[in-house]
T-cell receptor, first 117, second 118 residues
Framework: AQTVTQSQPEMSVQEAETVTLSCTYD???????LFWYKQPPSRQMILVIR??????QNATENRFSVNFQKAAKSFSLKISDSQLGDAAMYFC??????????????FGKGTKLSVKP | GAGVSQSPSNKVTEKGKDVELRCDPI?????LYWYRQSLGQGLEFLIY????????KSGLPSDRFSAERTGGSVSTLTIQRTQQEDSAVYLC????????????????FGSGTRLTVV
Protein backbone atom coordinates (compact mmCIF):
# COMPACT_ATOMS: atom_id res chain seq x y z
CA ALA A 1 0.00 0.00 0.00
CA GLN A 2 1.12 3.51 -0.70
CA THR A 3 1.94 5.78 2.22
CA VAL A 4 2.93 9.42 2.59
CA THR A 5 4.95 10.68 5.56
CA GLN A 6 5.46 14.24 6.69
CA SER A 7 7.91 14.24 9.58
CA GLN A 8 7.53 17.89 10.59
CA PRO A 9 4.25 18.51 12.45
CA GLU A 10 5.07 22.23 12.75
CA MET A 11 7.46 24.65 11.10
CA SER A 12 8.09 28.33 11.53
CA VAL A 13 9.67 30.86 9.18
CA GLN A 14 10.43 34.55 9.29
CA GLU A 15 8.64 36.69 6.74
CA ALA A 16 10.69 37.03 3.51
CA GLU A 17 12.83 34.01 4.42
CA THR A 18 12.87 30.55 2.82
CA VAL A 19 11.48 27.38 4.35
CA THR A 20 11.50 23.75 3.21
CA LEU A 21 8.81 21.24 4.13
CA SER A 22 9.69 17.55 3.93
CA CYS A 23 7.72 14.66 2.50
CA THR A 24 8.60 11.04 1.83
CA TYR A 25 6.39 8.42 0.27
CA ASP A 26 6.37 4.72 -0.37
CA UNK A 27 5.07 3.05 -3.50
CA UNK A 28 5.91 0.20 -5.81
CA UNK A 29 4.42 2.05 -8.78
CA UNK A 30 6.58 3.87 -11.32
CA UNK A 31 3.90 6.17 -12.70
CA UNK A 32 2.28 8.53 -10.25
CA UNK A 33 1.73 12.15 -9.30
CA LEU A 34 2.75 14.07 -6.23
CA PHE A 35 1.08 17.18 -4.87
CA TRP A 36 1.40 19.82 -2.22
CA TYR A 37 -1.87 21.24 -0.94
CA LYS A 38 -2.40 24.21 1.34
CA GLN A 39 -5.27 24.24 3.83
CA PRO A 40 -6.02 27.62 5.40
CA PRO A 41 -8.51 27.99 8.28
CA SER A 42 -11.32 28.04 5.70
CA ARG A 43 -10.63 24.26 5.40
CA GLN A 44 -10.67 24.25 1.60
CA MET A 45 -7.71 22.40 0.14
CA ILE A 46 -5.84 24.55 -2.38
CA LEU A 47 -3.38 23.05 -4.85
CA VAL A 48 0.08 24.60 -4.49
CA ILE A 49 2.12 22.53 -6.91
CA ARG A 50 2.15 19.12 -8.58
CA UNK A 51 4.84 16.88 -10.01
CA UNK A 52 4.60 14.06 -12.52
CA UNK A 53 6.86 11.16 -11.54
CA UNK A 54 8.07 10.64 -15.11
CA UNK A 55 9.40 14.19 -15.28
CA UNK A 56 12.90 14.67 -13.95
CA GLN A 57 12.60 18.44 -13.90
CA ASN A 58 11.41 19.83 -10.60
CA ALA A 59 8.12 21.71 -10.74
CA THR A 60 8.05 25.43 -9.96
CA GLU A 61 5.15 27.79 -9.37
CA ASN A 62 6.26 31.33 -8.60
CA ARG A 63 7.67 31.26 -5.04
CA PHE A 64 7.00 27.55 -4.64
CA SER A 65 9.30 24.84 -5.91
CA VAL A 66 9.88 21.18 -5.19
CA ASN A 67 12.90 18.95 -4.85
CA PHE A 68 11.76 15.63 -6.29
CA GLN A 69 14.12 12.73 -5.65
CA LYS A 70 12.42 9.69 -7.21
CA ALA A 71 14.98 7.10 -6.13
CA ALA A 72 14.87 8.34 -2.56
CA LYS A 73 11.07 8.75 -2.74
CA SER A 74 11.38 12.25 -1.40
CA PHE A 75 9.31 15.28 -2.38
CA SER A 76 10.08 18.46 -0.45
CA LEU A 77 8.46 21.87 -0.89
CA LYS A 78 10.48 25.05 -0.81
CA ILE A 79 8.72 28.34 -0.17
CA SER A 80 10.83 31.38 -1.01
CA ASP A 81 10.22 34.93 0.19
CA SER A 82 7.65 33.69 2.71
CA GLN A 83 4.58 35.85 3.17
CA LEU A 84 2.11 36.10 6.02
CA GLY A 85 -0.53 34.61 3.75
CA ASP A 86 1.52 31.42 3.44
CA ALA A 87 0.66 30.47 7.01
CA ALA A 88 -1.49 27.33 6.82
CA MET A 89 -1.45 23.55 7.01
CA TYR A 90 0.46 21.99 4.14
CA PHE A 91 -0.28 18.47 2.98
CA CYS A 92 1.78 16.28 0.72
CA UNK A 93 -0.26 13.88 -1.39
CA UNK A 94 0.26 10.99 -3.79
CA UNK A 95 -1.89 9.67 -6.58
CA UNK A 96 -1.28 6.57 -8.63
CA UNK A 97 -1.66 6.83 -12.39
CA UNK A 98 -2.78 3.59 -13.94
CA UNK A 99 -5.93 2.38 -15.59
CA UNK A 100 -7.40 0.68 -12.54
CA UNK A 101 -6.65 3.55 -10.21
CA UNK A 102 -9.52 5.03 -8.28
CA UNK A 103 -7.93 8.43 -8.70
CA UNK A 104 -8.05 9.20 -5.01
CA UNK A 105 -5.29 11.11 -3.24
CA UNK A 106 -3.28 9.65 -0.37
CA PHE A 107 -2.29 12.34 2.10
CA GLY A 108 0.37 12.82 4.73
CA LYS A 109 -0.60 14.12 8.15
CA GLY A 110 0.38 17.67 7.33
CA THR A 111 2.80 20.35 8.48
CA LYS A 112 1.53 23.48 10.18
CA LEU A 113 3.49 26.45 8.88
CA SER A 114 3.66 29.67 10.87
CA VAL A 115 5.06 32.87 9.38
CA LYS A 116 6.51 35.45 11.77
CA PRO A 117 6.35 39.12 10.80
CA GLY B 1 -21.97 25.71 -9.63
CA ALA B 2 -18.72 27.62 -9.57
CA GLY B 3 -17.22 25.51 -6.81
CA VAL B 4 -17.87 22.46 -4.68
CA SER B 5 -20.51 23.23 -2.11
CA GLN B 6 -20.89 21.29 1.12
CA SER B 7 -23.64 21.56 3.68
CA PRO B 8 -24.02 22.02 6.50
CA SER B 9 -20.79 23.83 7.25
CA ASN B 10 -20.94 22.72 10.87
CA LYS B 11 -23.08 20.08 12.54
CA VAL B 12 -23.38 19.20 16.20
CA THR B 13 -25.29 16.03 16.93
CA GLU B 14 -25.97 13.80 19.87
CA LYS B 15 -24.39 10.40 20.09
CA GLY B 16 -26.66 7.81 18.52
CA LYS B 17 -28.35 10.17 16.07
CA ASP B 18 -28.13 9.85 12.29
CA VAL B 19 -26.61 12.64 10.18
CA GLU B 20 -26.55 13.44 6.49
CA LEU B 21 -23.76 15.42 4.88
CA ARG B 22 -24.27 16.86 1.45
CA CYS B 23 -21.84 17.59 -1.38
CA ASP B 24 -22.76 19.47 -4.53
CA PRO B 25 -19.87 19.10 -7.02
CA ILE B 26 -18.93 21.30 -9.93
CA UNK B 27 -21.38 20.87 -12.77
CA UNK B 28 -20.10 18.31 -15.26
CA UNK B 29 -17.60 16.70 -12.90
CA UNK B 30 -18.18 12.97 -13.08
CA UNK B 31 -15.79 11.92 -10.30
CA LEU B 32 -16.55 12.72 -6.68
CA TYR B 33 -14.53 11.83 -3.57
CA TRP B 34 -15.23 11.87 0.16
CA TYR B 35 -12.46 12.26 2.73
CA ARG B 36 -12.43 12.43 6.51
CA GLN B 37 -10.01 14.65 8.38
CA SER B 38 -9.75 13.87 12.06
CA LEU B 39 -8.02 16.29 14.43
CA GLY B 40 -4.27 16.29 13.84
CA GLN B 41 -4.52 13.79 11.03
CA GLY B 42 -4.27 13.95 7.30
CA LEU B 43 -7.17 13.24 5.03
CA GLU B 44 -8.47 9.68 5.06
CA PHE B 45 -10.07 8.52 1.81
CA LEU B 46 -13.57 7.14 2.31
CA ILE B 47 -15.24 6.53 -1.05
CA TYR B 48 -15.38 7.73 -4.63
CA UNK B 49 -18.08 7.91 -7.26
CA UNK B 50 -17.75 7.63 -10.99
CA UNK B 51 -21.09 8.97 -12.11
CA UNK B 52 -23.62 7.46 -9.72
CA UNK B 53 -21.59 4.34 -9.12
CA UNK B 54 -19.36 3.66 -6.11
CA UNK B 55 -17.36 0.56 -7.15
CA UNK B 56 -15.38 0.23 -3.93
CA LYS B 57 -16.85 0.90 -0.51
CA SER B 58 -14.03 -0.67 1.47
CA GLY B 59 -12.73 2.72 2.65
CA LEU B 60 -15.85 3.43 4.67
CA PRO B 61 -14.90 3.07 8.38
CA SER B 62 -17.87 0.92 9.39
CA ASP B 63 -21.28 -0.26 8.20
CA ARG B 64 -22.78 2.80 9.89
CA PHE B 65 -21.42 4.84 6.99
CA SER B 66 -23.09 4.91 3.60
CA ALA B 67 -23.01 7.20 0.60
CA GLU B 68 -25.01 7.73 -2.51
CA ARG B 69 -24.98 9.96 -5.52
CA THR B 70 -27.96 10.76 -7.70
CA GLY B 71 -28.21 12.24 -11.17
CA GLY B 72 -24.44 12.25 -11.44
CA SER B 73 -24.46 15.32 -9.25
CA VAL B 74 -25.25 15.71 -5.54
CA SER B 75 -23.82 13.16 -3.13
CA THR B 76 -24.91 12.40 0.41
CA LEU B 77 -22.76 10.78 3.09
CA THR B 78 -24.90 9.30 5.84
CA ILE B 79 -23.65 8.27 9.25
CA GLN B 80 -26.05 6.23 11.33
CA ARG B 81 -25.95 5.94 15.12
CA THR B 82 -23.13 8.47 15.36
CA GLN B 83 -20.29 7.88 17.80
CA GLN B 84 -17.84 10.37 19.30
CA GLU B 85 -15.03 8.97 17.15
CA ASP B 86 -17.00 10.11 14.09
CA SER B 87 -16.22 13.72 15.03
CA ALA B 88 -14.12 15.13 12.19
CA VAL B 89 -14.19 17.37 9.15
CA TYR B 90 -15.68 15.62 6.14
CA LEU B 91 -14.34 16.96 2.86
CA CYS B 92 -15.68 16.38 -0.61
CA UNK B 93 -13.77 16.87 -3.86
CA UNK B 94 -14.71 16.53 -7.50
CA UNK B 95 -12.82 16.25 -10.76
CA UNK B 96 -13.78 16.15 -14.40
CA UNK B 97 -13.17 12.41 -14.54
CA UNK B 98 -11.35 9.74 -12.57
CA UNK B 99 -7.99 10.07 -14.21
CA UNK B 100 -8.05 13.75 -15.11
CA UNK B 101 -7.53 14.98 -11.60
CA UNK B 102 -4.06 16.04 -12.57
CA UNK B 103 -4.97 17.97 -15.67
CA UNK B 104 -5.45 21.69 -15.59
CA UNK B 105 -8.86 21.03 -14.13
CA UNK B 106 -7.46 19.21 -11.14
CA UNK B 107 -9.43 18.36 -8.06
CA UNK B 108 -11.68 20.98 -6.51
CA PHE B 109 -12.36 20.65 -2.83
CA GLY B 110 -15.26 21.96 -0.84
CA SER B 111 -14.85 23.66 2.53
CA GLY B 112 -16.05 20.61 4.38
CA THR B 113 -18.54 19.83 7.10
CA ARG B 114 -17.25 19.88 10.66
CA LEU B 115 -19.15 17.18 12.52
CA THR B 116 -19.12 17.18 16.30
CA VAL B 117 -20.74 14.30 18.16
CA VAL B 118 -21.53 15.08 21.80
Amino acid sequence: AQTVTQSQPEMSVQEAETVTLSCTYDTSESDYYLFWYKQPPSRQMILVIRQEAYKQQNATENRFSVNFQKAAKSFSLKISDSQLGDAAMYFCAYRANYGGSQGNLIFGKGTKLSVKP
Amino acid sequence: GAGVSQSPSNKVTEKGKDVELRCDPISGHTALYWYRQSLGQGLEFLIYFQGNSAPDKSGLPSDRFSAERTGGSVSTLTIQRTQQEDSAVYLCASSLALLTGVTNYGYTFGSGTRLTVV
